[in-house]
């Protein structure tokens, strides 16, 4: 979607990225590697969100005697900044969503819930936590998909019903973790019998 109104995946990419992490500040081959581009077209768009006053370059200094690097990030008080992250984050949601619904197609799954990165709660050891008889391949198949979309990792659990359960009744910290944080719940059966938002 928003490829087509940009005109460019590196551009979009670059754009989600220095959205979601402002005041962070990137380096050309670090960007590179994260958002899986090749090093011409991300200097290629760099440079013309330099231009357009998106993002800004920083040079800084590795060591006292060790040449300037040159660093990006997003200027927060850019004109249209607001609006960009409102567009990002509403196509975000979309993406969200199709991948939840993806994920669904993997198993018959009793819970499902969006943690960690979805919800900006970093520290959380896990992104997505499926309770469930759930196809792992399948699973894989789509976080590898949909990894490069979120520009970034997507660490998953999988527990079976069981295991789920004893972790629960032994007071598991990080089962406790999860159901106690900051979370998105798309299927929950188990709490609420037969509920889902998807």
């Known amino acids: 979607m928003l490829e ?3 005109g460019s995946q590196t551009r979009v990419r670059l754009l989600q990225l220095f959205l ?3 005041g962070q500040q990137f380096y050309v081959r670090e960007l590179t590697r994260i958002i899986d581009s090749q090093i011409n ?17 920083v040079e800084k200094e590795e060591s006292p005697k060790g040449p300037k690097m040159k660093y990006y990030q997003v200027v927060p008080d850019f004109i249209l900044y607001s609006e960009l992250k409102g567009m990002i984050q509403k196509t975000q949601f979309i993406i969200e969503r199709e991948f939840a619904s993806d994920i669904i197609r993997s198993g018959d799954i009793a819970y ?8 900006g709660e970093k520290h959380i050891p896990t992104d997505i936590l499926m309770v469930g008889t759930i196809d792992k391949k399948k699973v894989n198949a789509v976080i590898n998909k949909y990894e490069k979309q979120f520009n970034r990792e997507i660490n998953y659990t999988v527990l079976s019903a069981e295991e789920f359960n004893y972790r629960r009744n ?21 709490f609420n019998s037969g509920a889902s938002l998807v």
């Open 4 to 6: 087509q109104l940009f």
């Open 20 to 22: 979601n992490n402002p």
């Open 41 to 57: 077209a991300v200097r290629r768009e760099i440079s013309n969100l330099v231009e357009l006053g998106v993002v800004e370059e």
């Open 112 to 119: 499902f819930a969006l943690t960690g990165s979805f919800v």
């Open 170 to 190: 032994v007071a598991d910290k990080f089962v406790y973790s999860i159901l106690d944080g900051k979370k998105i719940v798309m299927i929950d059966k188990i």
